[in-house]
């Protein structure tokens, strides 16, 4: 099915003969004819139309924990959809056959929102996770998806670089993000990802603060962001400026798109990144893409108990009571059903605000 109706896009500004994009924090200046970065901003004549709107390019069910999240709803399943583009360029993006291309280049399905919660529906799930390519430049269509069933969880794989404006309504109608934190200097977002660091960290900082679940991602690449110093000053940063009970994962590397010449991560610097988390005092630090006993699983801050055991995907829940140690009752920074525990107040409304003109 095509979808033969334009969706205007919701953060913009007409600026004589083009449209400056309110999205993200590169603030594109669109010419009529022309497209924004991320590919998913048309310049029309009447208005910046969100160009990617309801472009389905993936769809599968996945475990919750592939997308990173271990700390929410462990062991379940998720339907998990992607669309095309992405505002950042990153030269070791695994999926750059859908991020790295324009929406007219290729081939995707149509689904509108009501569609799209139907299908999540007919497979017998609960949750949708936007992931594989940048969720966030498809503001629109999540939205008006969590708008077509509020009774949806929502997650977000997300690299992060998003106005605060657009974060904190969207943080209204998301249950959890797993954001990547590509490396913790600001040469190497420029050199290798296209943006700024201070960018990301402040969305880390805007989602924690929103009371959405949040676990960070870590990929380690060696040579140019597994050095010890670094790994240390981004572990201290998520201890001090966002608390030791958010989650970070670090993720071994493998070769891929520009970066076919760097080397696998060795499983040996990943285990030390998860000891450094450690040592700074964060309480839930995982390892990715690396099959080690014990390094993924759950243990309680308060006695040490494993409360959630993982090998690979496969998920054991051997000591909760609800989001307590079944031990010694610490409570566990973990959301087993529904909203995020702690979510200050009544979930906010979902009803998506005025197109903005």
Avoid at 203 to 209: I, L, M, P, T, W
């Amino acid at each position: 099915m095509a979808n033969t109706e334009r969706v205007e896009s919701r953060h913009y500004v007409r600026d004589g003969d083009a449209y400056v994009c309110g999205l993200c924090p590169h603030r594109c200046r669109i010419r009529v004819g022309g497209y924004g970065r991320c590919g998913s901003r048309r310049a029309d004549e009447d208005m910046l139309v969100a160009y990617s709107y309801g472009k389905v390019s993936s769809l599968c069910v996945d475990p919750v924990e592939k997308k990173p999240l271990y700390n929410y709803r462990p062991g379940t399943r998720c339907f998990s959809v992607g669309s095309i583009g992405c505002n950042m360029s990153c030269h070791h993006c695994q999926n750059y056959a859908i991020s790295m291309l324009s929406s007219g280049k290729k081939r995707t399905t149509y689904k509108s929102p009501k569609e799209l919660v139907e299908f999540c529906r007919m497979e017998g799930q609960d949750t949708i996770a936007f992931t594989y390519n940048e969720p966030m430049i498809w503001f629109e269509y999540i939205m008006d998806v969590a708008a077509a069933d509020p009774d949806l969880n929502i997650i977000l794989v997300t690299n992060g670089l998003i106005n605060e404006g657009p974060l904190k309504e969207i943080c209204g109608v998301v249950d959890a993000v797993n954001m990547d934190i590509k490396g913790f200097t600001d040469e190497f977002y420029m050199k290798v990802c296209g943006a700024h660091l201070d960018d990301v960290l402040g969305s880390a900082r805007a989602v924690h603060g929103e009371g959405v679940h949040l676990e960070l991602t870590y990929l380690v690449i060696p040579g140019y962001n597994d050095s010890e110093d670094e790994v240390r000053r981004f572990c201290e940063w998520v201890h001090d400026c966002l608390g030791p009970e958010v989650p970070v994962h670090f993720t071994r590397f493998h070769p891929d798109n520009e970066m076919t010449d760097v080397q696998w991560t060795p499983v040996e610097t990943v285990l030390r990144c998860r000891e450094i988390g450690i040592g700074c005092g964060l309480q839930y630090v995982y390892v990715g893409n690396v099959m080690v006993e014990g390094a993924s699983d759950t243990y309680c801050p308060g006695c040490g108990t494993p409360v959630v055991t993982r090998l690979g995907y496969l998920v054991d829940i051997v000591a909760l009571d609800g989001d307590r140690c079944s031990r010694c009752g610490t409570r566990i920074n973990i959301v087993r059903r529904g909203p995020a525990a702690g979510h200050p107040g009544p979930r906010p409304s979902r009803t998506p605000p005025p197109a903005a003109g």
